[in-house]
């Protein structure tokens, strides 16, 4: 069966430095990965989608950025972190298809509060 | 662009039957979800309709309405673990199964 793996659950950081999480799927190949952002309250808010290797489409300007070094593997990353990174982030995976809706599985979590 | 609207909150008794609706705007529409989350947690999957109708999974259903852009939430013999959000979402054109999600209901069971 198919997991989703997503660390650390929480995080404190400064403003101003980096930020790195990760995400890892097994069990599937060649799945689409997504990193959503959600505040405090709110909905979910898609930053991020990868269909493969090395392939990342960003939906909003942002101070973030995301890779894909390996098919089961998506990162999320920030030079340097604003106080408006504060979130919960959630990575997400569904199989691999460029048009057939299927459904999205989400990891854990990780808690971000920026100070 | 696409707009969903779900009602912030909403409260009920144990036992009883409520219905969470959802209504969408979009440019174009390819299905339409549910997910469950509970407070501090990921959401996790409870329906998906992308033709006009009920589909039933047990407690849940959940309908579906495209030509008025209208789906709603049944969720019966409501339990207290039944107290979460619960967000709409829908699937635009363009495939690579990208979602926009609506804020969310929080429902509240009492006993």
């Not at chain 1, 991020?48 to 392939?55: E, N």
């Not at chain 2, 705007?25 to 409870?46: C, V």
């Not at chain 2, 329906?47 to 030509?67: A, M, P, Q, T």
């Amino acid at each position: 069966s198919q997991t989703i793996h997503q660390w650390p659950a929480t995080l404190v950081q400064p403003v101003g430095s980096p930020l790195s999480l990760e995400c890892t799927v097994e069990g599937t190949s060649n799945p689409n990965l997504y990193w959503y952002r959600q505040a405090a309250g709110r909905g979910l808010q898609l930053l991020f989608y990868s269909v493969g290797i090395g392939q990342i489409s960003s939906e909003v300007p942002q101070n973030l950025s995301a890779s894909r070094p390996q098919d089961r593997q998506f990162i999320l990353s920030s030079k340097k972190l604003l106080l408006s990174d504060s979130g919960f982030y959630l990575c997400a995976w569904s199989e691999w298809s460029s048009s057939r809706e299927d459904i999205q599985y989400f990891g854990a979590g990780t808690r971000l509060s920026v100070l | 662009g696409q707009n969903i609207d779900q009602p912030t909150e909403m409260t009920a008794t144990e036992g009883a039957i409520v219905q969470i609706n959802c209504t969408y705007q979009t440019s174009g529409f390819n299905g339409l979800f549910w997910y469950q989350q509970h407070a501090g947690e990921a959401p996790t999957f409870l329906s998906y309709n992308v033709l006009d109708g009920l589909e039933e999974k047990g407690r849940f259903s959940s309908f579906l309405s495209r030509s008025k852009g209208y789906s709603y939430l049944l969720l019966k013999e409501l339990q207290m673990k039944d107290s979460a959000s619960y967000l709409c979402a829908v699937s635009p054109p363009g495939g690579y199964n990208k979602l926009i999600f609506g804020a969310g209901t929080r429902l509240a069971v009492h006993p």
